[in-house]
């Protein structure tokens, strides 16, 4: 049914819903899938989903369905209004407002097939040649076109058209009866102009692969300077994000920055947000998760929190301000230093590329394994480590930064600089 | 409701395939507090098919169950475009053909969805009552039903519902040194009427929780170092999964895995038995029964090591090929849109001879470790778990819990230094594995003792 959500809404009104949401979202993808350097798999996927969510007495529902006929659709609404029914009542839940009805078009529509074969088998030949010692494991170029069109009671119509092309690769080095920890990267691009070993960090890390056939075990225990890749950054601001900023934690009142709006919380040389909108992002997006039209928001201008990560509902339920996006898409600012002076100023710690640990307690306790890492040394980068332990707390290391570089890395869906910052315990094998 | 006998469509079939009709049906209830924060279900279902041309795949999918010619045509189009490029000139696999029906689905009345709230307003409402102290809260409900059937140009046809319900409990509480946090799962195999009786067969489960919060929330921090530990068998079967599990998945043995170079080595002490389960463990199904895998292979139990030597790794047709064995049906797809890849099942250390209790008091200065919070591995077998439960053992007793932390070690290492595995096993049925697809997977094992990297403060 290609008019499924109006069907939906006609439905729903009848059967009594006070307000609700539409989401009807298409997604067509192509894929080529090399397994080592042989080309593996090609794929091809298409899939329809409508997301329903009804409120009834200030009681929620929500459903997913993929299956868009009329007899489908009925039991899908049913089932929605029961589960509207037995719900608790919560005064938080709400759409939406009012807003001008907006399409937005982002990316190619169309992948290039041809191009992007080209593209992965010089991928293969170009590391089989520059790098004999990797082992490509799971590599992955993707086009997804998704459409998705969001409606609610209130009248607000959005809709927005995205094509973007995805790469991955995973890969580690082997020499004889030397194996190096796994290692990957991503981008997500809007077009096929460039190589993509040359795309982010993939040659950067790639060439890294092999010297980590070396690393060595750090002996003892110190507390030091970290430098932060930018492949790492990302994955340490969405625990930052989710850990002090998010619905979970302002809602559970566990958040370190609860009462900190407007206050300082980080080293003034950090400013960072989640920027969907930017030019500089491929993968953005256009519309939140929750029925507004996304803007770039500022998290932390100069230290200072300028913005929760809350939903509608985290909004209400907290009594702050909804951001203006859905979050992701992170892009902090550049620094005045270089990278080559972020580690000439270290006196002794680790440039951490990978971080392989659990998800932080809500006070921002965290420990790790800090892999495909370095050792640093009076200024210099000295030799990849091993079985190497980091322990910090996330609020205290985002406090105590030093630098940030001028040089950032575009993931496409993330711009990143390397940060570096001290105070965190490193732990070598003992 | 999925097309339950495909055998119709056998005659659209022009070289080796798969068909597959899946749905997954969810549902997903959380409390925070006592908010119901989450009150969703989804139910995504399609058709797929994989063919293969000369050593190259190609795959299609669509959703609903009306375009089943279209995505035959479709998965043989693009194993054209790339066996027309990469000339591989593989042969078509062997021939296997097995049959299997197996359905989980419960025989008793079904719940409504307003009885099964109350049962989770009631396990809120208890720990509201019981413990007003705490800081927050949060009760979870999570259903998965995957329902499939399979049919392959070789005739090996599947119909399988595999289910999986999920009670959880978070109970945090605030400390002088910012808030600390426990939680716990139960449930497993079958749907919510199989799985849970009366709401008050759990509350044993959230006291004794918070007993341990209680103890955590006076916890001391771990000293960092090498130290002997009893690894209790939540995370004993995280170490089974993540440590080993994964370096002996054969594409990645493939991709340089250090498992690759211990095949009929000592590569553990010979206390460790480890294998990957595929459906029945002493006689009752495992949490996650795999009889025939989604490339239509018989699904048979892996030994991965066996009295501490390798002796095997995970195939799917394609590795198993490039490796000489058989599969062993471990080639598993998540939704009805995903490829079969090389997944785990059910992978367990297998119980040994010591008792826990006695293990406990062989140690001098360790640490009990009893509850992952995630884990992750690499090609070389080192690893790390997150540690969100554990108490010092001071002179063969358990003393003071302690903080969140995370281990690690290099697997092959850890199980090396293993001097006792109890006689007992606990299976966990909450696990999703990551690799490019989430998968559902059981794992557990018996506790073991052995020397492992604490990472304190």
């Known amino acids: 049914m290609n008019d499924a959500h109006i069907y939906c809404s006609d439905a729903l009104r009848r059967l ?68 509207c029914a037995t719900s608790a009542q919560d005064d938080a839940y709400d759409i939406s407002p009012p807003q001008p009805k907006q399409h937005f078009d982002i990316g190619p529509s169309e992948p290039d097939v041809d191009r992007m074969y080209a593209l992965l088998a010089r991928y293969a030949d170009h590391t089989t040649a520059r790098f004999p010692k990797v082992r490509l494991a799971e590599t992955i170029f993707a086009h997804a076109l998704t459409e998705r069109h969001f409606t609610n009671s209130t009248g607000v119509d959005l809709s927005s058209r995205k094509g973007v092309y995805t790469f ?47 690393a060595r075990a750090l002996p003892g225990k110190f507390v030091g300077d970290v430098i932060i890749t930018p492949d790492c950054l990302g994955g340490l601001l969405s625990f ?74 985290g909004a209400n339920k907290t009594k702050r301000e909804r951001a203006k996006n859905s979050g992701d898409c992170f892009v902090v600012e550049a620094g005045d230093k270089t990278y080559a002076q972020l580690v000439a100023g270290v006196e002794r710690g680790l440039l951490i590329a990978r971080y392989s640990g659990g998800y932080p307690s809500a006070n921002g306790d965290f420990s790790g394994v800090a892999k495909n890492s370095y050792y640093i040394e009076n ?48 732990s070598g094998k003992q | ?13 022009t070289q080796y395939t798969e068909l597959r009709a899946q749905e997954n049906r969810i549902m997903n209830i959380a409390y925070l507090n006592g908010n119901l924060v989450r009150n969703t279900k989804s139910a995504v279902g399609g058709v797929s098919a994989r063919a293969y041309a000369g050593g190259s795949w190609g795959f299609a999918s669509a959703p609903g169950y009306d375009q089943v010619r279209e995505v035959i045509s479709e998965a043989t189009l693009n194993a054209a475009f790339l066996d027309q490029r990469a000339k591989k000139g593989h042969a078509p696999f062997a021939p296997s053909c097995p049959v299997a029906e197996r359905s989980f689905a419960t025989t008793k ?53 595999l289910a999986r319900t999920v009670f959880g409990v978070s109970l945090s509480k605030d400390t002088a040194t910012g808030p600390v946090e426990v939680f716990e799962s139960a449930g497993g195999l079958g749907q919510f009427e199989d799985v849970f009786g009366e709401p008050q067969s759990l509350f044993p489960v959230i006291d004794t929780l918070y007993e341990h919060l209680e ?38 043995v493939h991709a340089g895995s250090v498992a690759g170079d211990y095949l009929n080595q000592l590569c553990a ?17 495992c949490p996650m029964p795999i009889y025939i895998d989604d490339e239509g292979t018989l699904a048979e139990d892996q030994v991965l090591i066996e009295q501490g030597v390798l002796k095997g790794y995970m195939h799917n047709k394609h590795s198993a090929r490039r490796f000489g064995v058989s599969s062993t049906g471990n080639a598993r797809a998540y939704e009805y849109f995903d490829e079969p890849l090389i997944r785990m099942r059910n992978t367990v250390i297998v119980p040994g001879h010591s008792k826990l209790a006695d293990m406990i008091a062989s140690i001098e200065d360790g640490y009990y470790l009893m509850k992952p919070s995630n884990g992750q591995a690499d090609t070389t077998s080192e690893f790390m778990f997150g540690v969100v439960l554990g108490y010092e053992i001071k002179q063969g007793k358990l003393g003071r819990a302690i903080r969140d932390l995370t281990i690690s070690g290099v697997a092959f290492d850890v199980l090396k230094s293993v001097t006792m595995v109890s006689d007992d096993l606990k299976w966990s049925n909450a696990g999703m594995c990551g690799k490019k697809q989430l998968i559902p997977v059981g794992m557990g094992g018996a506790a073991v003792k052995c020397r492992i990297n604490i990472g304190g403060r």
């Open chain 1, 379 to 426: 200024g210099k980068v000295l030799y990849p480590v091993n079985e190497t332990m980091i322990a910090g707390n996330l609020a205290e290391l985002f406090t105590q930064i030093k630098g940030i570089s001028a040089e950032r890395v575009n993931f496409g869906g993330a711009l990143l600089p390397y940060v570096a910052a001290t105070g965190v315990t490193i």
């Open chain 2, 269 to 285: 002490s010979p206390l460790i038995t480890l294998v990957d389960f595929a459906h029945t463990f002493r006689g009752q199904p």
């Open chain 2, 1 to 13: 409701m999925i097309i339950q006998d495909l055998r119709t469509y056998r005659s659209l079939f």
């Open chain 1, 240 to 313: 930052y994000v989710s850990t002090f900023l998010g619905d979970r934690a302002l809602i559970a009142g566990t958040s370190l920055f609860k009462d900190k709006l407007g206050q300082k919380v980080a080293g003034e040389q950090l400013t960072f947000g989640a920027r969907p909108r930017s030019p500089q992002i491929a993968d953005g997006y256009a519309i939140t998760s929750d029925g507004f039209v996304a803007e770039d928001v500022t998290l932390i201008e100069r230290g200072v929190l300028k913005s929760f990560m809350l939903s509608l509902y």
């Open chain 1, 16 to 83: 009594g819903a006070d307000k609700f949401q539409c989401v009807l979202t298409r997604k067509k993808q192509v894929e080529l899938n090399l397994e080592g350097t042989e080309m593996s798999l090609m794929r091809s996927t298409q899939d329809v989903t409508l997301s329903l969510m009804a409120i009834k007495d200030l009681r929620k529902g929500e459903i997913t369905v993929n299956i868009l006929d009329q007899k489908s659709l009925d039991e899908a609404m049913s089932s929605l209004m029961e589960l």
């Open chain 2, 109 to 161: 009345p079904r719940l409504s969805q307003s009885e099964i709230m109350q049962f989770m307003q009631e396990l809120d409402g208890y720990i509201a009552g019981k413990y007003p102290s705490l800081s927050s809260r949060t009760v979870s409900l999570y259903n998965l039903d995957m329902e499939k059937s399979l049919l392959t140009s070789d005739g090996a046809s599947l119909y399988s519902l």
């Open chain 1, 168 to 214: 991955t690769s995973l890969f580690s080095a082997k020499d004889g009866g030397k194996t190096s920890s796994f290692n990957y990267s991503q981008v997500a691009l809007a077009d096929l102009e460039q190589e993509l070993l040359q795309c982010s960090s993939f040659a950067v890390l790639l060439g890294q692969a092999a010297e980590q056939l070396e």
């Open chain 2, 215 to 252: 103890k955590k929330s006076e916890g001391v921090y771990a000293e960092a170092g090498l130290k002997e530990c009893v690894l209790d068998s939540a995370l004993a079967g995280i170490l089974a999964h993540e440590a080993i599990g994964h370096t002996a998945e054969a594409d990645l």
